[in-house]
């Protein structure tokens, strides 16, 4: 299974254009099976989706996994997952995260895994306490959990205790900022029930304007 993950900062890219189609043209370019997705919503109001849920449907192979709790978002707290249409979804979970500003994660049951979609809060001592929140959810199932997204985190050798003793941690590489990247925000962690036989950064064509992050992307297997 091939699972991706991006911060789309609600389609605007590098040009200040707010361009759905071309963060569609992107996933499409990448071809994974799952996309976890971040700042998916906008932020005012209701947070209506960044994405028109048509024109998922009508660009790409992708359904919306059914996330959001009201008819005008994708996800929560701006998590989204698609889900390649055939993929079946055993169950869905919200999940609030501890921390100063409003955060939360997404689990998706499919395929024997728990996959996790969170964006992670701006200061570590906030990270810290989602993660282990994180965790905590995941208790009793670590092996096959497989977690996703913007962690935030600037440093590469410390700031993810609260995973070090469950799961494996891997950057695939500098994702941000995506006119220079130079840092790491964006990672998986997976557990020992499962193998990772490839993941990389897409630089290539729209993925170069159309978010401030570039997406990365993991190809699962079993451990």
Sequence with gaps: MKIASYNIRKAVG??????????????????????????????????????????ISQETDYEVVDLAVNDVSLGWHGNAV?????????????????????????????????????????????????????????SGREARAFIAGDFNEWSDIRGYEPWERDFRLVLPGRSYHAARPFVALDGFAYGTGLALEGMGVERSGPARVASDHLPIWAELGPG
Excluded at 29 to 52: S, T
Excluded at 96 to 103: A, C, K, N
Aim: glycine share 10%.
């Design 14 to 55: 590098l040009d200040r254009r707010r361009d759905p189609a071309r963060i569609l043209k992107v996933l499409n370019g990448i071809g994974a099976d799952v996309v976890m997705l971040q700042e998916a919503d906008l932020r005012l109001g209701a947070r209506p989706a960044a994405i028109p849920r048509f024109l």
């Design 82 to 138: 698609l889900m390649r249409r055939g993929l079946e979804v055993q169950s869905v979970k919200r999940l609030d995260l501890p921390g100063l500003e409003p955060r939360g994660a997404v689990l998706v049951e499919v395929g024997g895994m728990t996959l996790v979609g969170a964006h992670l809060g701006l200061m570590r001592r906030y990270r810290l306490l989602q993660m282990t929140a994180i965790r905590e959810e995941l």
